[in-house]
């Protein structure tokens, strides 16, 4: 399980990218981003007494080769890679 990106801060808070260039790729990328968040949620909830937990992610998106954003069930940004120009 894995994701196209991680982008990090300093402060431990994540947000997890897929990238889906392609017409119906989105989907995909949105089942992989709610499938890496439950396996992250299942880890935490085996965890022991004393064992620290890995954070959830506080950003998810998909950046896509669409000309549309959105917000997603499951709080996932889709976000045209157009909208990150200048």
């Given amino acids: 399980?894995?994701?196209d990106c991680?982008?990090?801060?300093?402060?431990?808070?994540?947000?997890l990218i897929e990238f889906a260039?392609?017409?119906?790729?989105e989907e995909t990328a949105k089942i992989q981003l709610e499938k890496l968040e439950r396996?992250?949620?299942r880890h935490n909830e085996k965890l022991g007494k004393g064992d620290?937990?890995?954070?959830l992610p506080d950003l998810k998106i998909?950046?896509?080769?669409?000309?549309?954003?959105?917000y997603l069930d499951g709080g996932i940004f889709l976000v045209p890679v157009g909208a990150l120009r200048d």
């Fill in 39 to 41: 396996v992250i949620s």
């Fill in 6 to 15: 991680v982008v990090t801060r300093g402060d431990g808070r994540y947000a």
């Fill in 52 to 55: 620290m937990p890995f954070p």
């Fill in 21 to 25: 260039p392609g017409v119906g790729d």
């Fill in 1 to 3: 399980m894995r994701a």
């Fill in 62 to 70: 998909i950046l896509t080769g669409g000309k549309y954003g959105a």
